[in-house]
């Protein structure tokens, strides 16, 4: 009890002090934070460690999960294709590979887990945001032989805070790699968010979507032919032949057409004299 009674000689500050390192509750009057620090310390609880610390760790951890890989937090914004041009060229990723990478770090072992997976999943928390819309747009990026897809999920508690980041790293045959969330539990690789982006891409291979077959699309064969052609006016064409490879000016060939006639002359065979052409039809011409 000697340790008790050093408590009860600490002000209120310095006993809140112990308990916030501590990770337990500051409030009450004194007699509450003398008995809460004495459990603490007689329970020989850890300090926690400080926000540098965390912030440390979790850079930490995060190089560790992207080693070997092109950090896709890092790419820049022109390398993502947004979901309507880059849905086709998704990873064919099915419901079997969902359960085996979501199961992979206790296969058997969380039989609750495997059950809900297999029979109740549209129940979950993780396919509610996906059929719920709080999946937001899908961006896609192909790099170094892998299928790397992205997008934000709003949080369920608190619409306005800012969105959930994650990405999943797949290969080409539906094969999950690696995934990340920005959430709490995002370092785990198996949050809700990060399934929900699974369903999402499960659910577009599974309505054919994605790498879909020639008779699912519009006929190609019937295209007509041919260049588009647009309008313009006459004057701004240009005529142009191929073969000896010479322009002409439409415009100068008109001018020339408009002159005066003048300058032309009649062929003098069988005539007497050589007269010159009158510009107008007024004046009389003698032969």
């Known amino acids: 009890m000697e340790k008790y009674e050093e408590f009860k000689t600490w002000r209120v500050p310095a006993l809140q002090e112990f308990l916030r390192a501590r990770g337990w509750k500051t409030s009450g009057n004194k007699?509450?934070?003398?008995?809460r620090a004495f459990s603490a310390w007689e329970n020989d609880i850890p300090l926690q460690p400080s926000a540098a610390e965390l912030a440390t760790t979790a850079r930490?951890?995060?190089?560790?999960?992207?080693?070997?890989?092109?950090?896709?937090?890092?790419?820049?914004d022109e390398a993502w294709t947004p979901e309507r041009e880059g849905m086709e060229g998704w990873p064919n990723v099915m419901y079997h590979d969902i359960c085996d990478y979501l199961m992979k770090d206790h296969p058997g072992k969380d039989q609750d887990l495997n059950n809900r997976l297999l029979n109740a999943y549209k129940e979950g928390k993780a396919f509610t945001y996906y059929s719920s819309g709080w999946l937001q747009e899908v961006f896609t990026c192909k790099r170094d032989g892998y299928i790397y897809l992205q997008a934000k999920c709003r949080p369920s508690a608190r619409i306005s805070d800012t969105p959930h980041k994650a990405w999943v790293c797949c290969h080409p045959t539906?094969?999950?790699?690696?995934?990340?969330?920005?959430?709490?539990?995002?370092?785990?690789?198996?949050?809700?968010?990060?399934?929900?982006?699974?369903?999402?891409?499960?659910?577009?291979?599974?309505?054919?979507l994605v790498n879909p077959a020639c008779t699912s699309t519009a006929c190609q064969w019937n295209t007509a032919p041919?260049?588009?052609?647009?309008?313009?006016?006459?004057?701004?064409?240009?005529?142009?032949?191929?073969?000896?490879?010479?322009?002409?000016?439409?415009?100068?060939?008109?001018?020339?057409?408009?002159?005066?006639?003048?300058?032309?002359?009649?062929?003098?065979?069988?005539?007497?004299?050589?007269e010159t052409v009158p510009a107008s039809r007024g004046e009389a011409s003698s032969v």
């Open 60 to 76: 930490r951890e995060y190089a560790q999960l992207v080693a070997g890989l092109p950090d896709p937090l890092k790419f820049d």
């Open 174 to 208: 539906g094969t999950i790699n690696r995934a990340y969330c920005s959430c709490t539990a995002g370092m785990g690789q198996t949050c809700n968010h990060i399934a929900a982006l699974l369903f999402k891409v499960e659910a577009a291979v599974r309505t054919n």
């Open 226 to 274: 041919g260049k588009t052609i647009q309008p313009r006016r006459v004057k701004d064409m240009t005529f142009k032949n191929d073969k000896f490879c010479k322009t002409v000016d439409l415009c100068q060939v008109l001018s020339s057409v408009r002159q005066p006639m003048q300058h032309l002359r009649f062929p003098t065979s069988g005539f007497k004299t050589e």
């Open 31 to 35: 007699e509450v934070l003398v008995a």
